[in-house]
Nanobody
């Protein structure tokens, strides 16, 4: 299973970015998809997640600004990020949970998001 993330970049505070992550390879049922981020010197943290049923959850720091969605047919998860703040600067990673019987987590390579003040 391979995950390809894209959409990161440099943006001014208040701006928007849209991240995409597409899974390919030996994909069975995808149970959940999510986005995490890791800033320098900090632990990786959950930003947003979405289940196979479409339920979503968000970190308190991004509620009302970020929206996670998925395209089932394309095995793709998106993260729409609006009103970006300098504290959103981090490497963003996508993750999927999939498997035929047992479920396993797979991670993307990360995409840099930098928000300037």
């Amino acid at each position: 299973v391979q995950l390809q993330a894209s959409g990161g970049g440099l943006v001014q505070a208040g701006g928007s970015l849209r991240l995409s992550c597409t899974a390919s390879g030996r994909i069975f049922r995808i149970d959940a998809m999510g986005w995490y981020r890791q800033a320098p010197g900090k632990q990786r943290e959950l930003v947003a997640g979405i289940t196979s049923g479409g339920s979503t959850n968000y970190a308190d720091s991004v509620k009302g600004r970020f929206t996670i969605s998925r395209d089932y047919a394309k095995n793709t998860v998106y993260l729409q990020m609006n009103n970006l703040k300098p504290e959103d600067t981090a490497v963003y990673y996508c993750k999927i949970r999939t498997g035929a019987i047992n479920l396993y987590d797979y991670w993307g390579q990360g995409t840099q998001v930098t928000v300037s003040s």
